[in-house]
């Protein structure tokens, strides 16, 4: 059975620093992984995403603050989250693509806080 399990986050103050991180288990290939944010009667952007050859893409707010990298030979990822606002405040759900035909699994929501 395929799973993403996430950790990390937790509260800060801002212009803190949190890392997140994601690692699927089980015999998988994955192609994009990354992050996703949601707050309460919004909806579900996508903060950062790494294919599995390196390319990153980045939501416009945190570029130059958030960095995403990941493992292959691990099936796991990270995100780097510097220089936190408030409006950063959100629960972060990671996700994974994976083969053959880029199934997408998600792995449980994580909280980041950021207070001013």
């Known amino acids: 059975q395929v799973q993403l399990v996430a950790s990390g986050g937790g509260s800060v103050q801002a212009g803190g620093s949190v890392k997140l991180s994601c690692k699927a288990s089980?015999?998988?290939?994955?192609?994009?992984m990354g992050w996703y944010r949601q707050a309460p009667g919004n909806e579900r952007d996508l903060v950062a995403s790494?294919?599995?050859?390196?390319?990153?893409s980045y939501l416009d707010s945190v570029k130059g603050r958030f960095t995403i990298s990941r493992e292959n030979s691990e099936n796991t990822a990270t995100l780097h989250m510097n220089s936190l606002k408030p409006d950063d405040s959100d629960a972060y759900y990671c996700?994974?693509?994976?083969?053959?035909?880029?199934?997408?699994?998600w792995g449980q929501g994580t909280q980041v806080t950021v207070s001013s």
């Open positions: 996700y994974a693509e994976i083969y053959p035909y880029l199934r997408t699994i």
């Open positions: 089980g015999d998988i290939l994955i192609e994009s």
């Open positions: 790494i294919s599995r050859t390196g390319v990153t």
